[in-house]
């Protein structure tokens, strides 16, 4: 197992480290706790609060443990904990963490490229959908998560069938900063548990990775990540801005594609402190997103007009993958010249490209949706899945 790093602030955790929230709940008959509350600064500081909420002790393990510690008893009550917690950011670390595999995930692209509405779709897409096929469940890591997924991603597009409104930038509103947790639980053929893996999400506001020096929090994020999907608007490109039909609804002109891919390599290679002719090792996922806006301009066999095969195999479709991947090039290639992929090939090991839809329909000017049809939305999660060994892949 490798590093084991916080999934909320990205600070490295050390076993010896990590500290404990009592977890007794007993209340005295005035209705305050046996074990008193505290101010908690660190909490504080990690959510953007000027004034410290009163929460329960925290305590660290007197006794050294080999690995990660599962409990501790409190000093003042003697109650056995379980709630673990980051010492750097004072967040109760989910069940297994430390025990399982990390997976971060992180989601990137300049504003508006669709990524909070593809890590709603998404998200929901492997509970519902891909576990059918797939040997594995996934579940919300913890409530925060499980209430922030329906509150902020599900019940807009979902419920009231309008658009995500805009993620706003780290240093205006913290909250966002937080990621969505899951557990992965993989399973072999006879469902005997084989691996948990924990896979976080960010949703990373286009405004932080523009601003290099008010990203460290987002930094870590992204240089600690297992993988990358970098999400991009064909709708920003030159080529085909000029070449959709009269009338189709385009978004303003927004930061260029070669700039988001700068500044992600020249962060990650910075933080690991790499040399110029290094490869970042990092596996990174390119997908163009909103196909659906831009489907006149593709060929009648277009491979990115129809959904994968991953799901009917229950595996990973190398081939399928690898030609959608060179058409997707191709077309960059057409559309916004070899720039672009100069970058990602002269920093980048292990690439590929993608195209999705999130929802399958613009909402451009309507705002409205009104089904949610995803297109190869799985495509790129399960590369990354494949590209660390935890799903099957084939050839055939
Ligand atoms: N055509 C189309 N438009 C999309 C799709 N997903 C998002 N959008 C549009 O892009 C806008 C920005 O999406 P959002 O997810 O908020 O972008 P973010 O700033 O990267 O999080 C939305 O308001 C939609 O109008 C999609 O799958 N297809
Ligand atoms: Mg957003
Ligand atoms: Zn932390
Ligand atoms: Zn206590």
Redesign the pocket.
Known sequence: MGKIICPFCFEEIKPQNIEFRCSNVTKKIDGSFVCGLEPDEKLAVYRGLTIPIPQRKVFSKKLFSFGIPKEAVCPDCKTTSRDRICSCCHNLLPNYYGETDNFMLAVI??????????IAVLIDYIINILTESFLFSASAANDETSRRYKEDFKRSIYEEHV?????QAASVNRSVREPLIYELKFHDEKTRLKKTVTVAFF?T??EDLNAEDTMSVVNRYIFNASGIIM?L?P?QLEGVRNNLPDGTPL?DVNTEIETIIARTSRLIRKAKGMKANDKISIPLAVAF?????IMPLLSPGSLIKTQGNHYNLGMFDVIDCKNVSDEMEALINQWAGHGFLAQVESNFSTYSYFG?????????ES?KIDKVIPLRVEDPFLWLLWKHKLIKGTTK
């Open positions: 692209g300049a504003k508006e490229t669709g990524k909070s509405h593809y658009i995500i409104p805009a993620t949703d506001a286009g999400l608007d709708l978004p997103t909103k196909i659906d806006a999705l839809s999130a929802l399958g329909c613009n909402p451009q705002k």
